[in-house]
């Protein structure tokens, strides 16, 4: 899978440029993170082609492109550090590991960065180098996340397609936020148009301001046209004794400048980010049954709120993809035998439940089942006639 060996690459590159970031400087953030994009470039170009002719082999030396351009000795170790690492990494290494390796790199990893954050703490201008090295942690912990669940699925046997199309879209959020807090021209133009869209949800508003300014103009002309006698207020004692009135307060007309506003996009993106790691750490993952000779992943019937019974449920289709058919089909089993007032449990496995379901349907129960466990945890994958199969013996219940 191309997506989950990119996601390595930018674990591995990330993981790289931010330690090293951390302590040398030799360039803008701009151009570092064009040398990163460039990098995690040339190493998958590699992975890919080096299998197509050994000319493509010394492909691998564009890794010292940047040479051309950045100019200086600090560049020159930067440089002849992550090239020579990462082409060790790509031979040796590179989708060869288990996802219990994975999880306890990311964890010395971790330890690194606190002990690099600390030793870098003793030298001056501690600011400039966190703000030089903050896309690249972000992109390795975000990546080595979604790294160690890509894994996890593929091993527990999941559909291979469907993490695939996840992968990109947690690879495009990733992409979005490294360019906003890496390029400074990108991050001008999403305030740019945060702002331009801040003053089209308020255009509602400004109209009706204008029309309720309108009306008052028109009031008041005629009241100039048939003016009326005002109502003076009446004098009250002033219960002080001063015989002054109170004195106005000033009041300061508050403008937002464009700071406020990069504040608040990154503020909202650092948010977002944070809360698709809470989904993925904390709340992601079915519950699993190590028993078998295989992790069990239990579907389970979603608590839905009571609503009113409508004709047409367009939420509750048939999949189009065979797998997610055998899911669906199996989901449908599970409700089915809730409505035959046969009590599951969070613990029971679809070993027991099958023994549930024997009770009150003699017949169909245990190929179901079958057809379930061998398209979720087989190595092949369902096909149309197994989904065609598993739905007849649904409706045969």
Not at 152 to 179: D, K, P
Not at 280 to 291: C, D, K, P
Not at 352 to 360: C, D, G, L, T
Request: glycine share 4%; proline share 5%.
């Amino acid at each position: 899978m191309l997506s989950v060996i990119l996601l390595e690459l930018l674990s591995v590159t990330s993981l790289l440029y931010s330690l090293l970031l951390i302590f040398l400087d030799f360039a803008p953030v701009e151009s570092m993170a064009l040398t990163f994009t460039w990098t995690v470039a040339v190493c998958m170009f590699y992975y890919v082609s080096r299998r197509w002719a050994k000319i493509f082999y010394g492909s691998i030396l564009l890794l010292l492109a940047p040479l051309l351009i950045f100019k200086g000795r600090i560049a020159l170790v930067f440089i002849l550090i992550t090239a020579p690492l990462l082409f060790v990494y790509i031979e040796r290494f590179l989708h060869k590991g288990s996802r219990s390796e994975y999880v306890n790199n990311f964890k010395k990893a971790a330890l690194i960065f606190i002990a690099a954050l600390y030793l870098r703490w003793i030298l001056p201008n501690i600011g400039k180098a966190i703000v030089l090295a903050a896309p690249f942690i972000f992109v390795y912990f975000l990546s080595t996340i979604l790294l160690i669940r890509s894994i996890r699925h593929i091993e527990a046997g999941m559909e291979i397609r469907r993490l695939q199309r996840s992968n990109v879209r947690y690879l495009i959020f990733m992409a979005t936020v490294f360019l906003l807090t890496a390029v400074e021209q990108v991050r001008a133009f999403f305030v740019l148009v945060a702002k331009r869209f801040v003053a089209l949800l308020f255009l509602p508003v400004q109209l009706l301001l204008k029309l309720l300014e309108w009306v008052a103009e028109i009031l008041h002309r005629l009241d100039i046209k048939n003016p009326s006698k005002p109502w003076i207020m009446p004098e009250f004692p002033d219960p002080e004794g001063t015989g002054e009135p109170p004195p106005a307060e000033a009041v300061e007309e508050v403008i937002a400048t464009p700071g406020i506003f990069e504040k608040v996009l990154i503020a909202l993106l650092v948010a977002a980010a944070l809360f698709i790691l809470y989904k993925m750490i904390v709340n992601a993952g079915q519950r699993s049954y190590q028993g078998l000779d295989y992790i069990e992943e239990r579907e389970y019937i979603k608590k839905k709120r009571k609503r009113r019974k409508r004709r047409f449920l367009f939420w509750d289709k048939l999949p189009a993809e065979p797998g997610e058919q055998v899911r669906y089909y199996y989901r449908k089993f599970l409700e089915k035998l809730v409505t035959k007032k046969v009590e599951l449990t969070k613990a029971d496995t679809s070993l027991v439940i099958q023994e549930k379901a024997e009770i009150v349907f003699p017949q169909g129960p245990e190929e179901i089942r079958d057809i379930y466990i061998a398209s979720r945890y087989g190595e092949k994958e369902a096909d149309s006639a197994t989904a065609a199969q598993i739905g007849q013996l649904y409706k045969d219940l």
